[in-house]
């Protein structure tokens, strides 16, 4: 990874515009968890400190471009930043054409990005505008590396000078030492309702790693391939080949994907179902398959605990109800207690990790979600390739 690091510039009176990714859930105008701004403030704080004129700016939501919409302003981004710092902090509406200053050592807040016509597309003419805002452009939103926006990637082409910051310096470096070197063994668990939504991931991993842990309703589809009876879960019938052909390909490598012994079934898809156990081989027509069973986390718990790198994205059950939680509660708890090093991305894999309270037992937690997958699937991402370029012009 050769970028120029924000860290190693000279930032004192430059003007520094930063591409932080602040798109956090908001309920009646309050934020209601501020994970990413907490991981954002790094780079705006060294920014800050170095005597910059310090401008950020975000996307929230998705709103209709070039309309304003109070729903997705960043002003209760704004309130929590200013919480954080402990002075007010402005929030600049109007500014894709600049007439606002920011003194030396201060921090604006630029109104959410997807406001301005041509950002999704990363229109030259405003990618240009935002270029003309700064003496140094900062990427720092790995969340939104994945798309070649206009404040992602346009305003890269055009500032005087394009640096990554720190967050998104350690999201690459962390994916890179789990991916490219990783320690062996090495274990990928991938959940989630849909292989298709999945395929070109678990295609790419079952090349590389040496268990390949499914989970969710992307588990069925395996179970599936294995002839079992997944009765009416979650299953893609029409995938149950390209899953059995994954198996074996892996399996030709002395690779595997272990399959569920056992699982947790219930009639319906609710909160107050009963959990009923039983041996795959059991299931019934008319069950739904909600989670993993005993012996098959347990199975799992110490192939984490053999691993020498783990990377997580999804839970193996239907969290979310306690009663289908054991699976990724076990699995959790054998990623907290490994001394492999262990990578967690995505929303649910994120939601998981607070319930079982491990946040500080993995090693990294990844703040993206579809850029997290794209790189596991090897694919460049836009914003970073052309800090890259920029880092050789």
Not at 177 to 182: D, E, G, V
Not at 350 to 358: E, R
Request: net charge negative.
């Amino acid at each position: 990874m050769n970028v120029i690091k924000m860290t190693d510039l000279d930032l004192n009176g430059k003007r520094v515009l930063i591409r932080a990714d602040l798109n956090v859930p908001v309920a009646d105008g309050k934020v209601t968890s501020d994970a990413r701004i907490t991981a954002s403030m790094a780079t705006i704080e060294f920014a800050m400190k170095a005597g910059a004129k310090v401008m950020v700016t975000s996307h929230l939501g998705r709103p209709e471009e070039g309309v304003y919409s109070a729903e997705n302003s960043l002003q209760p981004v704004v309130d929590v930043i200013s919480t954080k710092l402990a002075k007010p902090v402005r929030l600049i509406k109007d500014w894709v054409d600049g007439g606002f200053d920011v003194a030396a050592g201060e921090l604006v807040v630029l109104e959410n990005c997807r406001f301005n016509k041509g950002e999704k597309k990363s229109n030259d003419e405003l990618s240009q505008k935002y270029a003309k805002l700064c003496d140094i452009f900062v990427m720092d939103a790995f969340g939104t590396a994945h798309r070649a926006e206009a404040s992602t990637h346009g305003v890269a082409k055009f500032a005087p000078v394009a640096a990554a910051g720190i967050l998104l310096v350690n999201e690459l470096e962390a994916l890179t030492k789990a991916l490219l070197s990783p320690a062996r063994p090495m274990v990928a668990i991938v959940g989630g309702s849909k292989v298709s939504t999945k395929l070109t991931v678990l295609e790419s991993l079952s090349e590389k790693v040496d268990q390949l842990v499914v989970g969710g309703g992307i588990a069925n589809t395996f179970l599936k391939a294995s002839g079992f009876e997944v009765g009416k879960s979650l299953c893609e019938d029409d995938l149950a080949p390209v899953a059995r052909t994954l198996m074996d390909k892996m399996s030709q490598r002395g690779a595997a994907v272990p399959v569920a012994v056992d699982v947790v079934c219930a009639k319906k898809f609710d909160a107050n179902e009963p959990a009923v156990k039983k041996d795959v081989a059991d299931v019934a027509t008319d069950d739904m398959i909600f989670d993993i069973g005993a012996k098959s986390a347990n199975e799992l718990a110490e192939i984490i605990k053999n691993a020498g790198t783990v990377v997580w994205n999804g839970p193996v059950g239907v969290f979310e109800f306690d009663q289908f939680g054991e699976g990724t509660k076990t699995i959790a708890h054998a990623i907290a207690n490994t001394k492999a090093f262990t990578l967690a991305g995505g929303g649910d894999t994120i939601a998981a990790i607070q319930k079982y309270g491990i946040e500080d037992k993995v090693d990294y937690i990844s703040t993206a979600g579809g850029a997290f997958l794209e790189f596991l699937e090897g694919k460049k991402l836009p914003a970073v390739e052309i800090l890259e370029l920029r880092a050789k012009s």
